[in-house]
């Protein structure tokens, strides 16, 4: 079974100051994974996803994030925190299909971050 | 942006009574999920569709049912709402493939009293 781990699930950071959000995922098969930002009152959008092609995976607004399968984490970063980077973001992991074709997505508990200016 | 709207966006009722929530997409995406929020939780999946009168339930859907009758619209109905039921809940789409990520919904704030 799949399972996701977000550690804290409150980081503060001075602006400017690196970021890094951590994740570690279980899965039983070759996992895809991604990242998700939360502005309040909004829904999730995709910040980055690891899909096999590149250990290191680049998304938007500077972030980045490395598959690391011997340590199974997918750590999120960015090297200098902006203020518009408080939000709350959510690690999330999928295996596979069901018979269905469904692709079930298992979320972490979300990790809000405040950038101190 | 993925087309995604629900309706309505807030929503304040009274225990006991139906409630219907709305996912409209213009994505033509085959897979549809409803989602609740809630502190502490993160996000947990109540049902989901993968396609026309197909669907299925996730992890929470006790005291929910859902119903798709057309690719482009998916609802979610609280037969009997109860105060447990208070939450935020997200539409989500998404296309084949595991590799594919979901795009979300601004969500609708559900409160029952």
């Known amino acids: 079974a799949q399972s996701v781990t977000q550690l804290g699930s409150h980081v503060s950071v001075s602006e400017g100051a690196l970021v890094l959000l951590r994740c570690n995922y279980s899965s039983s098969v070759p996992p895809y994974l991604f990242w998700y930002v939360q502005y309040p009152n909004q829904g999730l959008q995709l910040l980055l996803k690891?899909?096999?092609?590149?250990?290191l995976v680049k998304g938007i607004n500077g972030f980045e994030a490395e598959f690391k399968k011997s340590e199974t984490s997918f750590h999120l970063t960015k090297p200098s925190a902006h203020m518009s980077d408080a939000a709350e973001y959510f690690c999330?992991?999928?295996?596979?299909?069901?018979?269905?074709?469904?692709?079930?997505?298992?979320f972490g508990t979300g990790t809000k971050l405040q950038v101190i200016p | 942006d993925a087309g995604i709207t629900q309706s309505p966006r807030h929503k304040v009722t009274e225990t006991g009574t139906p409630v219907t929530l709305r996912c409209h997409q213009t994505e033509n995406h085959r897979y549809m999920y409803w989602y609740r929020q809630d502190p502490g939780h993160g996000l947990r999946l109540i049902h989901y569709?993968?396609?026309?009168?197909?669907?299925d339930k996730g992890e929470v859907s006790d005291g929910y049912s859902v119903s798709r009758s057309k690719t482009e619209d998916f609802l979610l109905t609280l037969e009997s709402a109860t105060s447990s039921q208070t939450s935020v809940y997200f539409c989500?789409?998404?296309?084949?493939?595991?590799?594919?990520?979901?795009?979300f919904g601004d969500g609708t704030r559900l409160s029952i009293l």
């Open positions: 989500a789409i998404s296309s084949q493939g595991a590799n594919q990520p979901q795009h």
């Open positions: 690891y899909t096999s092609a590149a250990t």
């Open positions: 999330a992991v999928t295996e596979g299909m069901n018979s269905g074709g469904y692709q079930k997505v298992t």
């Open positions: 569709s993968y396609g026309v009168k197909d669907t």
